[in-house]
């Protein structure tokens, strides 16, 4: 997958397949004096914190549940001419699989009963598909102290449909950021 950043601290790597389907991968080596825990509020509030973090974000929609996990519908701007996209996933967060550490992570696997993507969104709206997307924050010690959190960010989706390179090139170092 070709590094499309290497800033010191901040690393992304981004692939797009002519067929819309993408990955990226964000490594923020140390976001200094700013503690895993703090990130429990957008792990358990991601409805309200998702268009605060991503600006392609345009609106998530809660679900009802499937087996005690959160579902959304999420609908994303795309830049002209492109439809705007709207994708299904389903939320299994993870508080405290360590001490201070934690993972949270989003599928479309476990929201297909939740899918609902009528005639009247396909007359501007294209489906993406979630294949995973996950944040894990870890702690970043110093002599037994921790003084910031180690962020890596995964995410494997098919986008529904082409996407030109420009745009690509574009969009794509947004949502890494």
């Given at each position: ?13 981004q ?34 914190a998702a ?5 392609l974000?345009?609106?998530?929609e809660?679900?009802?549940p499937?087996?005690g996990?959160?579902?959304?519908m999420?609908?994303?701007?795309a830049p ?9 996933s ?5 508080i ?9 992570v989003?599928?479309?696997?476990g ?5 609902n ?10 489906l993406?598909k979630l ?6 924050f870890?702690?970043?010690s110093?002599n ?13 989706a ?16 947004k949502?890494a950021?």
């Amino acid at each position: 997958m070709p590094k499309v950043l290497d800033e010191p601290g901040l690393t992304i790597y981004q692939h797009y397949e002519d067929n819309g389907k993408m990955s990226i991968i964000t490594e923020l080596a140390c976001a200094k004096n700013i503690m895993p825990n703090e990130f429990k509020y957008f792990i358990e509030n991601w409805q309200n914190a998702a268009k605060d973090l991503n600006p392609l974000i345009d609106q998530v929609e809660e679900l009802e549940p499937v087996q005690g996990f959160k579902v959304a519908m999420t609908i994303a701007k795309a830049p002209w001419p492109l439809s705007a996209r709207i994708m299904f996933s389903a939320r299994y967060p993870t508080i405290d699989f360590k001490p201070n550490e934690h993972v949270f992570v989003m599928s479309e696997r476990g929201a297909e009963s939740r899918i609902n993507f009528t005639q009247a969104h396909e007359k501007d709206h294209v489906l993406a598909k979630l294949s995973v997307a996950g944040w894990h924050f870890s702690p970043i010690s110093q002599n037994d102290k921790c003084v910031g959190t180690r962020i890596f960010y995964l995410a494997c989706a098919d986008a529904g449909g082409n996407i030109p390179s420009s745009v690509q090139n574009i969009a794509g170092p947004k949502q890494a950021k």
